[in-house]
C-alpha cells in the first residue's frame, strides 16, 4: 500500500494525461498549464484544442484572446465558439481584423465559427472571416448593412488606373494570370445559421445569391425577412440558367418568439416556387402560410414541421400535393383532432358528415389489414389514423413523430 500512496501523477503516459484534461474548460486548461513545465507542453497538445468552446467563460477580452491564439490554438483546431460584448455594460471591440487574420493563418484547418452576442458593425465584410470556413452560425449578433457582400480584394492604385482603358486591363489580366493569380476564389461557406438576428433583412438575402457553395440556410427569428425578399431570391429558370440561391438544398424558416407581433410571413414567398431546394423546415408562425406555398417546389422531398399547433385537416390538404416527398418530420407539434360529428347528423343522407364517417372506417378497416409493425408504430403516434391517411397519400413517404402531443377540447 505504502508503493501506491507515493505515486502521482508524473507516473501516467501522456496520452492518458491528455484525455484526462480532455475534459477541463478552456479557462481550467489554462490553469493547469502554470502547474509545471510538463504540464504546460500537455496542455499545448493540439489534440485538446479541435472544439474551443469559450461562450461559458464570462468576460474574455480581445486579450484573452490573442493570449489564446498565440499560445495555445493552432493547426488542431476545427470548431471555434465565442461569446461577444454586444449585452455587456463594457461594449468595446470584441473581434478585429488583425486578429481574424491571425486566426486565418495560425488555424488553416478551422471549419466551424459559432458567434453569440458578437457585435460585427465594426467589421466591413464577412471575408475577413477564415477561408477555410465552412459553418458559420450567428446568434443574436449584430450586423452591418453590407456584411454579406462579396467584394473582391482592393486593388493597388497603378492597377486602377491601368484597367481604366481596354489595354491596360488585358495587360492586367495576363499579368495575373501568368503570376498565378486568378479571380477571387469567393467565399467557401456552405452553412450558415442565422439565430435571432433582428438586424437580417432582406438586402443581406440578396447578397446571399452571390455565394457559390451555399447550400444550407437556417433563419430563425429573422423578423425584417419579408415574402418579396424571400420570393426574390428564390432559385428560378432565368435567361443565363438558374438565377438567385441556386445552390441551395436545405432552407428553414421559423419564429417562435414576439407572440402577438404584427409580421408579414416570409414564407409566402415559397409560392413563386424554388427550383433545386430538397428540404425545407417550418417552424413557429411560418408553419401555415408555408404548407400553402409548399405545393409550388417541385423539387421537394424532406419537410419538417416543428413548434406549432397543426390540425389534421390542413396537413391532409397541404400534403396531397406533395406527392414527391420522401420523408415528413413532426417535431414538436400540437394536434388538433378533426371534430366529431353529431350523432344525428351523421345518422342522416350519405352526404356531408356521413361521407367523412364513411371515409374514416374505411381508412380504420385499412389500418386493420396492416402488419403488426404498423400496429406498434400507430400506438405510438398521438393520432394513428393520420399516420394511416398521410400512408394513403404519400405511400413511398417515411414518418416521424418527435415529442409531440393531442390538443384535448374541453367540450
Known amino acids: ?65 490573442w493570449l489564446l491564439l498565440r499560445q495555445y ?10 461569446r461577444g460584448l454586444l449585452l455587456s455594460a463594457r461594449g468595446g471591440t470584441f473581434l478585429s481584423e488583425s486578429w481574424l487574420k491571425a486566426l486565418s493563418t495560425k488555424c488553416p484547418r478551422l471549419s466551424k465559427l ?23 452560425e450567428l446568434r443574436g449578433c449584430e450586423l452591418p448593412r453590407e456584411f454579406f457582400n462579396q467584394v473582391p480584394p482592393a486593388a493597388h492604385p497603378q492597377d486602377r ?12 489580366g495576363r499579368d495575373r494570370k501568368g503570376k498565378g493569380l486568378g479571380a477571387p476564389s469567393g467565399i467557401g461557406i456552405e452553412r450558415l445559421v442565422l439565430n ?9 438575402l440578396q447578397s446571399l445569391t452571390s455565394w457559390q457553395k451555399l447550400s444550407r440556410l437556417e433563419l430563425r427569428d429573422t423578423f425584417r425577412v419579408t415574402a418579396n425578399g424571400l420570393r426574390s431570391c428564390a432559385a428560378k429558370d432565368g435567361v443565363c440558367g438558374v438565377e438567385g440561391l441556386s445552390r441551395l438544398k436545405f432552407l428553414e424558416i421559423g419564429i417562435t418568439e414576439r407572440q402577438g407581433y404584427q409580421l408579414q410571413m416570409a414564407s409566402l414567398g415559397l409560392g413563386a416556387g424554388w427550383v433545386g431546394l430538397e428540404e425545407l423546415s ?27 399547433t397543426l390540425s389534421t385537416m390542413q396537413i391532409l390538404r397541404s400534403c396531397r400535393m406533395l406527392r414527391g416527398l420522401r420523408r415528413l418530420e413532426f417535431l414538436d407539434v400540437v394536434f388538433r383532432p378533426r371534430p366529431c360529428p353529431p350523432v344525428g347528423e351523421g345518422e342522416g343522407g350519405a352526404g356531408g358528415a356521413g361521407g367523412a364517417e364513411e371515409q ?21 403516434d398521438p393520432i394513428p389514423s393520420l399516420r394511416r391517411s398521410l400512408a394513403v397519400l404519400l405511400p413511398s413517404c417515411t414518418l416521424a413523430f418527435t415529442n409531440c402531443s393531442v390538443q384535448i377540447n374541453p367540450d
Not at 161 to 172: D, F, L, M, Y
Not at 289 to 305: E, M, N, V
Open 1 to 65: 500500500m505504502d508503493e501506491y500512496k507515493a505515486c502521482n501523477l508524473d507516473y501516467f503516459p501522456e496520452n492518458i494525461l491528455i484525455d484526462v484534461l480532455s475534459y477541463l474548460s478552456v479557462k481550467e486548461l489554462v490553469r493547469a498549464g502554470r502547474v509545471c513545465k510538463r504540464w504546460k507542453r500537455l496542455v499545448k497538445d493540439q489534440r485538446l484544442w479541435r472544439r474551443v468552446d469559450l461562450t461559458a467563460w464570462k468576460g474574455v477580452t480581445s486579450r484573452i484572446l
Open 161 to 172: 488606373a491601368e484597367a481604366t482603358s481596354s489595354v491596360g486591363a488585358q495587360q492586367q
Open 282 to 308: 417550418l417552424g413557429g408562425k411560418e408553419v401555415g402560410p408555408g404548407l400553402l406555398c409548399a405545393s409550388r417546389l417541385r423539387d421537394l422531398k424532406g419537410l419538417c414541421l416543428w413548434a406549432c
Open 360 to 380: 374514416d372506417n374505411e381508412e380504420a378497416a385499412g389500418g386493420d389489414n396492416s402488419n403488426d409493425e404498423n400496429k406498434t408504430l400507430d400506438m405510438n
Open 114 to 136: 459559432y458567434l453569440l452576442h458578437a457585435d460585427l458593425r465594426t467589421l466591413p465584410s464577412c471575408q475577413l472571416l477564415p477561408p477555410s470556413l465552412h459553418v458559420v
Open 196 to 204: 435571432n438576428v433582428p438586424s437580417f433583412t432582406d438586402q443581406h
Open 73 to 82: 490554438l493552432g493547426c488542431g483546431l476545427r470548431c471555434l465558439r465565442l
